[in-house]
Every structure is written in C-alpha cells, then in structure tokens.
C-alpha cells in the first residue's frame, strides 16, 4: 500500500457486540414473504351481486308482505297473498343464484330453479293487481265490474303460470324437440301475460273514471294500481321479450340475461311495485263494509217481519172498532 492514499475501510465491530447496520443497509433490505398469506377477497360477478340486492330487498318485503296479509286475512284479500308468494320466489331464485356463485356448483337443478322462479315473477304482480282492482269494484256496488270479469282472468293468469314452469322446465331438456316445444309455450305465456296487462289496465282506467264512487278508505288502492301500471309495462315488456328471445347470446336470452337489462327491465320495477302495494297495504283498512252490510240487511229483514207481523195483529181490532 502507497503512503498518501487512503483505501475505504469496512465498519469494525466488537466480537461480541450485537450487528448493527446504519439506516441505508436497512432501507435495501428486501421483505421477507409471510408463510401464511391472507388470500384478498374474492369480488362477486354482476350476476351474484344482482342476487345479493334481490336478498336485501325482498328479505323485509317478505316480512311486511306476510304481516299486511295477517292484518288483512286471506279469506277474501288474495292481493296481499300474490306479494308474499312474489318475495318467496325471489328469495329461493337469488339464493340458488349467490350460492353458485359463491360455491362455483353450477349445477343444472340449481340452474333451472334460478331460471324457473325468474320466469314466474310476472303472474304474482298481475294476480296482485287483479286483486285489488276486485276489491275497489266490489265496494261500487252496482257501479262496478263483477266478480264474473274477474273470474276469467284469474283462471287466465293461472293458467300463464302454469304453461311458463312446464315451458321453462322444457327448455332446460336435453331433447331438440322438448326445447322447441318449451320455447313456444313460454312464448304463449308471455302473450297471456300481455293480454292480462291490457285487461287490468282497462278495468284500472274504469275504476279511477268512477273514482267519486268508491268508498274513501279503498282510494288509496286506486291510487297505489294507477301508480304500479307504467313499471308493471316494463315488467311485462321484459317477460314478452326474454319469451321471444332468440340464441344463447343476446341480451334477452332466456336464461342468460344481460345483468343490467335484468336489473333495470325485472328487478327494479318489481321492487317499486312491491313498495307501492306494501305501502297501500298499510294506509288501507281492513275490509269490513260487506260484512257490516249483511248484518244490517238482515237487522233490516228483521224490523221489516215484526212490522208485518204487527200490522196483522193490528189489522183485526181496527176491522173490529169499524164494525
């Protein structure tokens, strides 16, 4: 080694002095990797994400569906019966929907159970309505429209549901044939579906033409069928089309829907009719007028025989003092 030059030394440290290395050493330390790394969280797909709105939502509907229909007894009122039947077929779709997703079984029971309880979602909201507009019609009196207008579409609305299960099960067959034949009927249905929707919105136009007419408490319901007719247009529009929807790749293909078509055009006008109706359910009384109406009919028949009876007894002594 030169004299004048100076070389670089390394830092010297006691044997028995703990290693201590300055701030830059530490800084180029490279992170060691955890043993056990926590996995992120796995995001949900738009479809499962779909399901879980469709829990949050009809989980309390189903709730205050069941307790309006308590309130209102199910003997006669069949409109608040149709929204719990609604909520229950929700929660059963969107459950099969969230556990495929979240489990990754995409089993063909739990697809077809899914898709079938989708399919039926349209009869429950017209079976609801058609409720209802029965009865505001039934308090008009002689005014309104009778129960034998009602009848037929009821059995009609039943029997769309009907051929759209049988159609939508069909579908799912492995046979070509079964499939054609599945394909038409849930066409059929749609068009019966449509064919409701017209009806109810004629017998929905007649009862607010009559509005004077109907009894105070029940206008509320004229009020929440009016309002639920242009969402339940959506929704009907939206069964019509998924029913004539063609390939496995459009957006209303049936049984692989694009997901925001399915939320704007199916869950998002369920959900705002369901509100309007629950809503009615509790500022609408309880139906008593026609119970209250026979009794006092027959409270009238009654004075009306003790008057006949009492102008017989009566009849002899005043022949009797004009004798």
């Known amino acids: 080694m030169k004299a004048g030059k100076s070389t670089p030394s390394s830092p010297q440290f006691p044997r028995d002095s703990p290693c201590i290395l300055p701030l830059p050493f530490i800084t180029q330390i490279p992170p060691q990797p955890s043993s056990n790394p926590t996995p992120a969280p796995a995001m949900l797909a738009p479809k499962a994400c779909l399901a879980a709105a469709e829990v949050a939502f009809f989980s309390p509907a189903l709730i205050a569906s069941a307790f309006i229909l308590y309130k209102h007894g199910l003997s006669r009122q069949?409109?608040?019966?149709?929204?719990?039947?609604?909520?229950?077929?929700?929660?059963?779709?969107?459950?099969?929907?969230?556990?495929?997703?979240?489990?990754?079984?995409?089993?063909?029971?739990?697809?077809?159970?899914a898709t079938i309880t989708s399919a039926i979602g349209t009869a429950p909201l017209l079976l609801?309505?058609?409720?209802?507009?029965?009865?505001?019609?039934?308090?008009l009196?002689?005014?309104?429209?009778?129960?034998?207008?009602?009848?037929?579409?009821?059995?009609?609305?039943?029997?769309?549901?009907?051929?759209?299960?049988?159609?939508?099960?069909?579908?799912?067959?492995?046979s070509p044939a079964a499939q054609e034949t599945g394909k038409g009927l849930l066409e059929a249905a749609g068009i019966l579906f449509l064919v409701i929707y017209l009806s109810l919105c004629g017998i929905t136009i007649w009862s607010v033409i009559h509005l004077r007419w109907i009894l105070g408490s029940e206008k509320n319901l004229v009020k929440a069928c009016t309002l639920a007719l242009p969402f339940l247009c959506v929704r009907i529009v939206y069964t019509v089309c998924v029913s004539f929807g063609s390939g496995t790749t459009g957006v209303f293909s049936f049984g692989n829907v694009d997901v925001w078509i399915?939320?704007?055009?199916?869950?998002?006008?369920?959900?705002?009719v369901v509100s309007i109706f629950?809503?009615?359910?509790?500022?609408?009384?309880?139906?008593?007028?026609?119970?209250?109406?026979?009794?006092?009919?027959?409270?009238?028949?009654?004075?009306?025989?003790?008057?006949?009876?009492?102008?017989?007894g009566q009849r002899p002594a005043q022949e009797h003092g004009r004798v």
Not at 103 to 108: F, G, M, P, R, T
Not at 160 to 172: P, Q
Not at 262 to 272: D, I
Request: glycine fraction near 8%; proline fraction near 3%; charged fraction near 20%.
């Open 78 to 113: 069949l409109g608040w019966f149709y929204l719990v039947l609604l909520s229950i077929l929700r929660l059963i779709g969107s459950s099969c929907t969230l556990y495929m997703a979240t489990q990754n079984d995409y089993s063909s029971s739990l697809i077809q159970t």
């Open 141 to 174: 009196e002689h005014k309104g429209i009778g129960p034998n207008v009602f009848r037929p579409i009821h059995l009609i609305a039943l029997a769309a549901l009907i051929v759209s299960i049988v159609g939508a099960t069909n579908v799912f067959d492995s």
């Open 278 to 312: 629950v809503f009615a359910g509790f500022v609408t009384p309880k139906w008593e007028r026609r119970e209250i109406q026979e009794g006092s009919s027959s409270k009238d028949d009654r004075d009306a025989e003790n008057e006949v009876e009492l102008g017989e």
């Open 128 to 139: 609801a309505l058609m409720g209802f507009l029965a009865r505001i019609n039934e308090g």
């Open 262 to 272: 399915a939320a704007f055009m199916q869950f998002f006008p369920e959900a705002v």
